[in-house]
């Protein structure tokens, strides 16, 4: 399974080349990227890393489980479902949602998911393709907004967001107070390297921004995704258990949870 942002058309070609000539089957997602090269080079196209995900593994020999598109149109149903009743705790004038990323292929998995499905309508964005949606000043949202705050913009001088949630719980609290907010969309990401307890820092600031809404008579829905392993170190369902103690609706992955968020503001 190959996944990146798009590549260059020259890169594009030498990849492609390389899965050619591959014995092997080859899942590929070049996020919002051309799939026509991947069909070319005799490979599988995904659009989301989700969807990467289940075709890969319906590759491997013996496999028994439902074809992707079957699990994920269920999954959509199932979140639909879920978002009406969230939908109902919310205030009338409560109707943007504010991802709060600290990777930038999940933003970007997020802005696709988005646009492809097209009944949020205009996101805002610092990694926006299209001009007219770039924000004015990434430090402020505007509307349905996306923000990557492992951009240059936010890490020169400080440490990325994935190590250190300073700056992501911050801008959280910020958020909290604007009465038009319906849902905070966060990724928490796992490994070596990444924060050794994430969850353990961000769930306390959850808790934090959910009763400064609760104070001014609204509610503030939180969804978040983890990405990561019960072999990691900061460990799967203890990330979990946090951030659902603290009130946030963990989803099996960052796609459900950009769709989760999607539905309860659509419509």
Same mark, same amino acid.
């Given at each position: ?11 594009? $070609? ?5 899965? *050619? ?26 659009? =989301? ?9 319906? !590759? $491997?020999?013996?496999? %028994?489980?439902?074809? /992707? ?21 919310? !205030?009338?004038? !409560? ?9 930038? =292929?999940?933003?970007?998995? @997020? ?28 430090? *402020? ?13 936010? @890490?020169?001088? *400080? ?14 609290? *910020? ?12 990724? $928490? ?23 400064? /809404?609760?104070? %001014? ?9 983890? @990405? ?10 203890? !990330? ?7 009130? /946030? ?19």
């Amino acid at each position: 399974m190959l996944v990146s942002k798009p590549p260059s058309p020259s890169v594009t $070609v030498k990849v492609m080349e390389q899965v *050619r000539q591959s014995d092997k089957p080859a899942v590929v997602c070049f996020l919002g990227g051309d799939p026509e090269p991947i069909k070319a080079a005799g490979a599988i196209p995904a659009s =989301t890393l989700q969807e990467a995900a289940y075709l890969a593994a319906a !590759q $491997v020999k013996g496999y %028994e489980g439902p074809p /992707a598109e079957e699990v994920i149109a269920r999954e959509k149903e199932e979140l639909k479902a879920r978002a009406a009743g969230l939908k109902g705790r919310l !205030q009338p004038g !409560q109707k943007y949602v504010r991802g709060l990323f600290s990777g930038g =292929t999940l933003a970007s998995e @997020t802005l696709l998911i988005w646009q492809q499905d097209g009944v949020m309508g205009e996101v805002y964005s610092n990694i926006a393709t299209d001009p007219r949606f770039q924000l004015e000043d990434a430090t *402020r949202s505007q509307g349905h907004t996306v923000v990557d705050l492992g951009e240059d913009e936010f @890490t020169v001088g *400080r440490p990325h967001p994935m190590i250190d949630n300073d700056l992501r719980i911050r801008r959280l609290m *910020r958020e909290a107070a604007d009465p038009e907010m319906a849902v905070v969309l966060l990724d $928490v990401v796992l490994g070596y390297g990444a924060h050794p307890d994430p969850a353990g820092e961000l769930g306390p600031a959850i808790r934090r921004a959910r009763q400064q /809404a609760a104070d %001014e008579g609204r509610e503030l829905i939180v969804i978040a995704s983890v @990405t990561g392993t019960q072999e990691d170190p900061q460990g799967l369902d203890r !990330q979990v258990g946090l951030l659902e103690d603290a009130g /946030a609706i963990v989803c099996s992955c960052n796609a459900a949870a950009a769709r989760l968020a999607e539905y309860v503001v659509a419509g």
